[in-house]
Nanobody
């Protein structure tokens, strides 16, 4: 019933850029907060960025000024533009859809991002 299709992960050099995409259904996209979370090996999952239906954004302090989350309401897709990538950005990035900021919601399969020279 719920599908979150992630793409765009891969290898990027420090200082480089990468764009992640997450496409879902219109019913899910139009009724939920959309966000990106990441998890590095042996570490807890953390919020990277989140955007509301109305366009309000939230970012982790570690990515402010470098990452940008956006929504395309025609394609039902959320993006994470990653600029000035750092090695500590290396993690599996997961797309998330939730009705409220307090819910867990639905999760994509994840896409690997590796920042290395």
């Amino acid at each position: 019933q719920v599908q979150l299709a992630e793409s765009g992960g891969g290898l990027v050099q420090p200082g480089g850029s990468l764009r992640l995409s997450c496409a879902t259904s219109g019913s899910i996209f139009s009724s939920n907060y959309m966000g990106w979370h990441r998890q590095a090996p042996g570490k807890q999952r953390e919020l990277v960025a989140r955007i509301s239906v109305g366009g309000t954004t939230t970012y982790a302090d570690s990515v402010k000024g470098r990452f940008t989350i956006s929504r395309d309401n025609v394609k039902n897709t959320v993006y994470l533009q990653m600029n000035s990538a750092k090695p500590e950005d290396t993690a599996v990035y997961y797309c998330n859809a939730r009705a409220t900021v307090f819910a867990s919601g639905y999760w994509g399969q994840g896409t690997q991002v590796t920042v290395s020279s």
